[in-house]
């Protein structure tokens, strides 16, 4: 199928030819000029997309012919398919732990034919899954990309804003109460917004998730579309960032209610119980919590405690391997209708598949649960990387696995294991910063702090210079504040983060730095010990820190051009877009931060 044969299936293409002529201009000025991200320029898509290809040439599951080896550019051949698969909250010892009860076509096929790297680290903190599903694709750290958590706290609005929560556009399907998404946060460029300009946007890009985020900032700014499952009605949405309504294709699939198709089906264990006391301890520990809907032990019945499909069911699914299965037969779906992989423009598929992450807040990470479902995703991989074959054919592939975050130990099973586990109540902190203000600045001094909001202390910088006060005094202040109660480890100022004051050799100070934006960020950032969840809802299981146990996860790269092994160099996921880039011969993302993994390139 030769570029100039590619049709639309909603309207011209040409609206948004010109959009991706101009992003790397709007990138440039993103540092001068921020609120243009905010603003109704580039990115808005009312206009409609091309969603649909030609029928590619029939399927060669044998490859399509052999890889170039010649080094001139005219002789080189870019891979047809870029696949991102990412696992929310999927530590790198998940890998380790449960690796001989991997099927050969999944994780272990991931392993014996890629390169993968065992010290692969996330170098920003908050370690949540906007963040890391921002870095993957851009090869930058929140300061880069300004998604500096799941929300943050806006000063101007004196209001939360969601990660790529977007009241500028429509949201087409989904819940009433349901917010609309875009990239319009995200304030760099992807690989596949790379790859559009350099196409001249004959590239197609698509995101796919069960979580909007997880959907929308891998594929990035200039995609072709992100889907994402409606926790309210089951289905498959989308916002009018992209198209003027829905594919017909997706229509379709949500007509067909995939997901009512578990309603009442019970989750089971897929191996004998043994192995997983063997590897996970007992079912139903006194650590985890029991709801009406979500039981402690095997099996678990999803029904939402209702007796049909409601709102309650669909959010409901989200906590088994079900809600992925789905996610799995989605990206099956835009792989085929799409027709990604079909000619030498590269397309890029991102799939990220988000029950693990339910699955470990609700269960913990050493829990029956979370072991069943790391199998069952290593299966629903397997799925995938079958499909691409048949479709597209690996060896026209390059595939990357990695995760968004790992998840640490639940505290009470810490505490069991003689750990330093424990909970800090943000209103403690809050409290203590606030007592400290009145007794320096007098009782009025409570108006200063804003808000305490991922672990952030903001301040009113206008009532400070109203009333002369210094910010670093204050800074300092509510930082020693905030260290005196127990279980708070470090801060670290705005001052200090601004004129990059911290030592590069310590992790922690840069892990806070990686993820701290001028703009966006907070005065003081407050960092909890090891073992200690610092969040005010109660919840079983979180991640968030900047410790091991959040930051390790897996970096794995297959396809041609890689060398497969293992890799005990120290990585980044912020590697994958600036390795693929090379691998690709295409620009690397604007605000790029990530080394070329060289050791493993041929």
Request: cysteine-free.
């Amino acid at each position: 199928v030769s570029s100039q044969m590619k049709t639309t299936s909603h309207t011209t293409r040409a609206p948004r030819l010109v959009a991706a002529s101009v992003l790397s201009l709007f990138v440039a000025l993103l540092p001068a000029a921020p609120a243009l991200a905010q603003g109704t320029g580039f990115g808005e898509r009312g206009e409609g997309r091309q969603t649909t290809r030609p029928a590619p040439r029939p399927a060669n599951t044998q490859g399509r012919g052999p890889r170039a080896t010649a080094t001139g550019a005219a002789a080189y051949q870019r891979p047809r398919l870029v696949l991102l698969i990412a696992v929310d909250q999927f530590r790198y010892d998940f890998l380790e732990r449960f690796d001989d009860l991997f099927v050969a076509g999944g994780l272990k096929r991931l392993q014996r034919e890629g390169a993968s790297w065992t010290n692969a680290n996330y170098d920003h903190v908050p370690t949540e899954t906007a963040p890391g599903h921002a870095t993957m694709l851009t090869g930058a750290w929140p300061a880069e990309t300004g998604i500096i958590g799941n929300d943050w706290y806006d000063r101007a609005t004196k209001k939360t804003v969601l990660n790529v929560g977007d009241a500028g556009v429509r949201l087409f399907g989904g819940g009433t109460t349901e917010v609309a998404a875009s990239p319009r946060n995200l304030l760099a460029s992807t690989l596949g917004d790379e790859l559009r300009l350099t196409t001249a946007g004959r590239s197609k890009v698509i995101g796919v998730s069960g979580k909007d985020r997880g959907a929308i900032l891998p594929a990035g700014r200039a995609d072709n579309a992100a889907y994402w499952y409606s926790p309210f009605t089951g289905e498959m949405i989308s916002s009018s960032y992209y198209f003027a309504q829905l594919p017909e294709w997706v229509t379709r699939f949500n007509a067909a209610r995939p997901a009512d198709k578990y309603f009442g089906k019970s989750w089971e264990r897929m191996l004998p119980v043994a192995e997983y006391e063997k590897r996970a301890g007992e079912d139903a520990p006194a650590w985890e919590t029991e709801t009406p809907r979500l039981t402690k032990a095997f099996p678990h019945v999803v029904t939402g405690g209702g007796t049909a499909p409601s709102a309650a069911f669909y959010g409901d699914l989200r906590y088994s391997p079900f809600s992925n299965d789905i996610i799995v037969s989605f990206a099956e779906q835009a792989l085929v209708n799409e027709n990604l992989g079909a000619d030498a423009d590269t397309d890029v598929l991102t799939v990220s598949l988000s029950a693990n992450d339910y699955v470990g807040h609700q269960w913990g990470p050493y829990s029956h649960e979370a072991m069943d479902a790391t199998l069952h995703t290593d299966r629903q991989i397997a799925a995938l990387l079958d499909m691409v074959e048949r479709r597209v054919g690996l060896r026209h592939t390059l595939v990357a696995f990695t995760a968004d975050h790992g998840v640490a130990p639940v505290p009470e099973h810490a505490t069991a294991m003689k750990l330093s586990g424990g909970r800090v109540k943000p209103a403690d902190v809050t409290s203590a910063v606030r007592g400290a203000l009145r007794a320096r600045f007098g009782e009025e001094a409570d108006k200063y702090l804003l808000a305490f909001d991922n672990n952030n202390l903001y301040f009113d910088h206008q009532a400070l210079r109203r009333e002369r006060v210094g910010h670093e005094e204050v800074e300092r202040l509510a930082g020693e504040a905030a260290l005196a109660v127990p279980g708070i480890a470090r801060f670290f100022t705005r001052t200090q983060l601004a004129a990059r004051g911290v030592s590069p050799a310590d992790p922690v100070a840069r892990r806070v730095l990686h993820g701290f934006h001028a703009a966006r960020s907070g005065d003081v950032v407050v960092v909890q010990e090891p073992f200690k969840y610092l969040v005010e809802y109660q919840i079983v299981a979180t991640h968030g820190a900047p410790y091991s146990y959040d930051t390790h996860v897996p970096v794995i790269l297959m396809g041609p051009g890689l060398t497969a092994g293992r890799y005990a160099a120290a990585a980044t996921p912020a590697d994958i877009a600036p390795t693929l880039a090379a691998l690709l011969r295409v620009q690397p993302p604007s605000n790029s931060v990530g080394r070329v993994l060289s050791e493993a390139l041929r």
